[in-house]
């Protein structure tokens, strides 16, 4: 079955820095799109940065532009969300999400804390 499992989040000052990962099993990899979402308390899902299957497309959610990185190891059947000067707006958890055929998938999430 289809599992995406996320890591990497915690706690991190302003202007800091983390690296999420995401490591998916069940499926063909590389074939696929990846996405990661937030959700901060109170709003809704988001839609951070997409990368797609072989890693030659990317786009980012306009207020993380030149800050956040999406790439993908597919040898690893991982994405990466490299995440740089983080500001306390960032804070959300954070999750890994592919769509396969008509469904959609998820992880559980890792919770990403911006403060000082």
């Known amino acids: 079955q289809v599992q995406l499992v996320e890591s990497g989040g915690g706690l991190v000052q302003p202007g800091g820095s983390l690296r999420l990962s995401c490591t998916a099993s069940g499926f063909t990899f590389s074939a696929y799109a990846m996405n990661w979402y937030r959700q901060a308390p109170g709003k809704e899902r988001e839609l951070v940065a997409w990368i797609s299957g072989n890693g030659a497309t990317r786009d980012y959610t306009d207020s993380v532009k030149g800050r956040f990185t999406i790439s993908r190891d597919n040898p690893k059947n991982t994405v990466h969300l490299q995440m740089n000067s983080l500001k306390p707006d960032d804070t959300a958890k954070y999750y890994c999400?592919?769509?396969?055929?008509?469904?959609?998938?998820w992880g559980q999430g890792t919770q990403v804390t911006v403060s000082s």
């Open positions: 999400n592919t769509f396969l055929f008509i469904k959609s998938y």
